[in-house]
C-alpha cells in the first residue's frame, strides 16, 4: 500500500463526505437538562428532589397503600385467625413453629412461620422490592443515574471511592445480594473493599426499611441519619487506613431518554422473581431456626450470656439478643421482634442501628463469601470493631443527651 | 425563539418568588413551636420531617430555579433553570398528590377493604400543601414553555 498523504486526506474527505450528515446543531429540551442536572448548583436540588420523590412514592405506595390499606387487613383479619383455628392442637411444638403464639392477635406478634413468615414476605416486603425496582429501573432507563455518580463523585472520593459507588450504595438499598455483585463495577481492591463493607453496615435494604417504616416509623429518621453518619465517618477512616489506590475514572453520560416500557417492565420482572425465588425461602426458613432456637433455648441461654455487653455497653434490653440472632437470617424479621420488645424510643434507635449495622443477612453474607475468603474475614473483622464502636458511641450520645 | 414576553417572565417570577416564600415558611413553622398554619386553601408546615423541610427545601430551590431563568426564559439557559424549577414543583405536588390518592384508597379502620366514593373525593378538600397550589400555574408556565420551545423546533 502506498498511498501518499494528499491521497490519505482525499479518501478520509470521501469517506467523511459519505458518513457524515452536516447541519446545524440545536440543544434539545433533554441537552439543557441534561447539562443542568450534573452541575453541582443546579443538580444538587434536582438530587434532593429525585430522592425525595423517590422516597415519597415509595412510602406512599408500599406503606400506605399495600401494606396498611390491604395487606394488613388481610393477614390480620382473614389469615390469621384462620390459620389459628385451622391449625390443630394450639400448645404443640409444631403449632409454635408454624402458626406461632395462639393468643397473637397480628401476624407481627404471632411470629410462625406460615403466619408471620407469609405476612412479611407478601404483605410487608414484596410490594416495597416492587417499587423500588420500578423507580430504580426507572432512573437507570431515563439516564439520571450516571448523573447522579457524576454529582455524587466529589464526595464518594473523599471515602475512597468514585461516583459510580452510588450504584451499589442505592442498589443495596433494595437488597444487598444484587449491590455486592455491582461492587465488581469498582476499579481497585481497596474500592470493592470499602463499598462492601459499608454495605453491609450501613446500607439497609428495602424489606428492613420497610418493616422499619411500618413498626418503628417515628425512628427511622433517626436511624437513617445516624446510618449516614456512619457511612461518611467510617468510609473516611477505612479509606486512610486501607492500603491502594482511588484512580479517577471517565463516567460515560448518556443523553436523557424515556424509559421503554418493555424494558422497564423485563428489568421489574427479572428483579422481584429474583426476590420470590432467593429471599422468600430465607425469610421463612428465617422464622422456623429462630423458633427452633427458641424452643431449645438457646436464645434465652445467648441472652443471659451477652446482657452485660448489650446492657451496659449498647444501653439496651437484654432480649434483644433474639432479634440480633435472627438478623443473620433476615433483618426485617429481627426488626418486627424488636417492636415487640418494650423500651424507650432512644433504645428502640440503638437496637435498629445495631441490627443494621451488626452483621450482614445469611443472603449477603452468601455473595460475600464469593468475592473471596480474605475480604470476607477482613470485612468481618471491621465489622465486629464498628459495631462495638459505633454501638457504644451511640450509648454515648444518648446518655450525654440525657435520653439513652 | 420567540420574541421575549415580559408578561411570561413576570407570571414566571411571581411563581417562582411565591414558592420560595411558602417553602421558607413551611420550614420555619415546622423549626417553630406551632403544628401547622392555615391560610384559606393552603396548609403552611407540619410535623413530618420528610414532607415538611425536605419536600419544602426542594419547592425552595424550585422557586430559586424559577427566579434564576426568568429574565433569560426564552435563551437556553433560562429556559433549562425555569423548566428545571417548574419539574421540581411538580414533583412535590405530584407526590403530595399520589400520597393522597395512596392513602385514600382503601378504607380506613373497619373490615371494609375499600374506601367509598365520597370518602375518597372528601379527601381531596382543602387545606392543601403549598406545593400542591403552586402546582397548576407551574405547571402552565412549564406547558407552554415546552410548547413554545417544540414550536420552534428544539
Known amino acids: 500500500m502506498g498511498l501518499t498523504a494528499d491521497e490519505r486526506w482525499d479518501l478520509v474527505d470521501a469517506i ?76 404443640s411444638v409444631h403449632y409454635f413453629l408454624f402458626v406461632g403464639d395462639p393468643a397473637a392477635e397480628t401476624c407481627f406478634e404471632a411470629f410462625g412461620m406460615l403466619t408471620s413468615g407469609l405476612f412479611v414476605s407478601f404483605g410487608v416486603v414484596l410490594p416495597a422490592i416492587f417499587v423500588f425496582y420500578l423507580m430504580m429501573t426507572l432512573l437507570e432507563d431515563s439516564g439520571y443515574l450516571p448523573r447522579l455518580a457524576v454529582l455524587m463523585d466529589t464526595l464518594l472520593h473523599k471515602i475512597g471511592l468514585h461516583g459510580y459507588a452510588i450504584v451499589p450504595a442505592i442498589l443495596g438499598l433494595g437488597c444487598n ?47 437513617l441519619l445516624y446510618l449516614l453518619i456512619g457511612f461518611v465517618v467510617f468510609g473516611y477512616v477505612l479509606s486512610r487506613v ?69 446492657v451496659t455497653w449498647f444501653g439496651v434490653p437484654k432480649e434483644t439478643v433474639g432479634p440480633l440472632l435472627a438478623a443473620f437470617l433476615r ?4 426488626v418486627a421482634q424488636l417492636a415487640t420488645i418494650p423500651m424507650t424510643s432512644y433504645q428502640m434507635i440503638t437496637a435498629v442501628v445495631l441490627i443494621s449495622i451488626y452483621f450482614p443477612c445469611v443472603a449477603t453474607f452468601a455473595m460475600m463469601v464469593r468475592e473471596g475468603p480474605r475480604q470476607l474475614l477482613a470485612a468481618i473483622g471491621v465489622l465486629a470493631a464498628v459495631v462495638l464502636i459505633y454501638g457504644g458511641l451511640i450509648h454515648a450520645v444518648g446518655i450525654l443527651l440525657g435520653v439513652a | 425563539m420567540e420574541a421575549p414576553c415580559r408578561g411570561a417572565e413576570l407570571v414566571t417570577a411571581a411563581v417562582g418568588l411565591a414558592a420560595v416564600a411558602c417553602g421558607a415558611a413551611n420550614i420555619l413553622v415546622w423549626a417553630g413551636p406551632y403544628d401547622g398554619i392555615e391560610i384559606g386553601i393552603m396548609a403552611i408546615g407540619g410535623p413530618d420531617f420528610f414532607r415538611w423541610v425536605w419536600g419544602s427545601l426542594v419547592v425552595v430551590f424550585g422557586g430559586v430555579m424559577m427566579l434564576a431563568g426568568a429574565r433569560q426564559m426564552h435563551a437556553v439557559p433560562g429556559y433549562g433553570k425555569v423548566l428545571l424549577g417548574v419539574a421540581m414543583i411538580g414533583i412535590i405536588g405530584g407526590t ?14 373497619g373490615a371494609q377493604f375499600f374506601n367509598s366514593a365520597t370518602g375518597f373525593i372528601g379527601a381531596f378538600a382543602p387545606p392543601y400543601p403549598p406545593a400542591v397550589v403552586l402546582l397548576p400555574f407551574a405547571l402552565v408556565i412549564g406547558c407552554a414553555l415546552y410548547a413554545g420551545r417544540a414550536d420552534d423546533g428544539c
Not at chain 1, 428495602?206 to 411500618?214: D, E, H, K, P, S
Open chain 1, 331 to 334: 433483618k426485617d424479621l429481627a
Open chain 1, 177 to 223: 445480594v444484587p449491590a455486592v455483585t455491582a461492587t465488581r463495577t469498582l476499579e481497585t481492591k481497596k474500592q470493592r473493599f470499602i463499598m462492601m463493607t459499608l454495605l453491609a453496615l450501613f446500607i439497609p435494604c428495602g424489606a428492613q426499611l420497610g418493616i422499619m417504616l411500618q413498626v418503628v416509623p417515628d425512628t427511622v429518621g433517626w436511624v
Open chain 1, 242 to 310: 486501607i492500603p491502594g489506590s482511588n484512580p479517577e475514572i471517565l463516567i460515560d453520560v448518556p443523553p436523557y431518554r424515556w424509559p421503554q416500557r418493555a424494558n422497564v417492565a423485563k428489568k421489574l420482572w427479572n428483579k422481584t422473581r429474583g426476590f420470590l425465588t432467593n429471599a422468600v425461602p430465607f425469610v421463612m426458613l428465617g422464622i422456623l431456626i429462630v423458633n427452633i432456637l427458641y424452643l431449645t433455648g438457646f436464645i434465652g441461654w445467648l441472652a443471659d450470656l451477652a446482657a452485660p455487653l448489650f
Open chain 2, 96 to 109: 403530595d398528590i399520589f400520597a393522597l390518592i395512596c392513602e385514600n384508597i382503601p378504607a380506613g379502620e
Open chain 1, 16 to 91: 467523511a463526505q459519505r458518513t457524515v450528515a452536516f447541519g446545524i446543531s440545536r440543544q434539545t429540551t433533554g441537552d439543557v437538562l441534561g447539562e443542568l442536572t450534573v452541575k453541582p448548583l443546579t443538580g444538587i436540588p434536582t438530587a434532593l428532589a429525585v430522592l425525595y420523590a423517590f422516597w415519597s412514592i415509595f412510602g406512599s405506595f408500599a406503606g400506605a397503600l399495600v401494606t396498611d390499606g390491604f395487606m394488613i387487613k388481610l393477614f390480620d383479619g382473614y389469615w390469621l385467625p384462620w390459620m389459628q383455628a385451622a391449625w390443630p392442637d394450639p400448645g
